[in-house]
């Protein structure tokens, strides 16, 4: 009798092993900056499964759904990191943290109005998760006299040197 109720305890103790595993073990998806990953996790929060990930989340980064926010088997987790942008536009500089992947796309979530403008890196270019320095020119309407005319002209020119160079004007 004592071997069976061994036995017994032996069968309960891998089944309740087993429930337990299949109740904690998830499968989820983490998106980080766009980059899907399917895992396998025991742990009950978002956090949880970062942390077992080696997912780092910074103070600029933002995770959907909170970190507190528990998971259930087919969960989807987005990471978005945050990078600094430095802009300096027509020589006022700012920093901003945006989460966004492209430079057009965090002028556009940052509201600096860039149309017509002239950058310094293609609207096209990644943010890094080391953040990025970019200069801004806005076109301006500029009135000038030459050769006894008046013109109004627009331009992205930061200089006067520039601006008559663009108009093809030159010192005689």
């Known amino acids: 009798p004592l071997r069976h109720a061994a036995q017994g305890v032996a069968a309960l103790v891998v089944a309740a092993g087993s429930v337990g595993v299949a109740h904690y073990d998830k499968a989820v998806q983490v998106s980080v900056d766009g980059q899907p990953t399917s895992v396998h996790v025991l742990g009950s929060t978002v956090a949880d499964v970062l942390d077992k990930q080696d997912i780092a989340v910074g103070p600029h980064d933002v995770v959907v759904p909170s970190l507190a926010s528990s998971v259930s088997d087919g969960d989807h987790i987005s990471v978005r990191s945050g990078r600094k942008l430095t802009v300096t536009v027509d020589g006022a500089t700012k920093e901003y943290w945006t989460t966004a992947v492209t430079v057009d796309s965090a ?28 200069a801004v020119t806005t076109p301006k309407k500029v009135t000038f006299v030459a050769d006894g005319r008046t013109r109004t002209v627009t331009s992205t020119s930061s200089t006067v040197f520039g601006l008559l160079s663009e108009l093809g004007v030159v010192k005689m």
């Open 107 to 134: 002028l556009k979530d940052l509201g600096i109005r860039a149309d017509g403008a002239v950058l310094s890196a293609s609207r096209s270019q990644p943010l890094g998760r080391g953040g990025l320095t970019l």
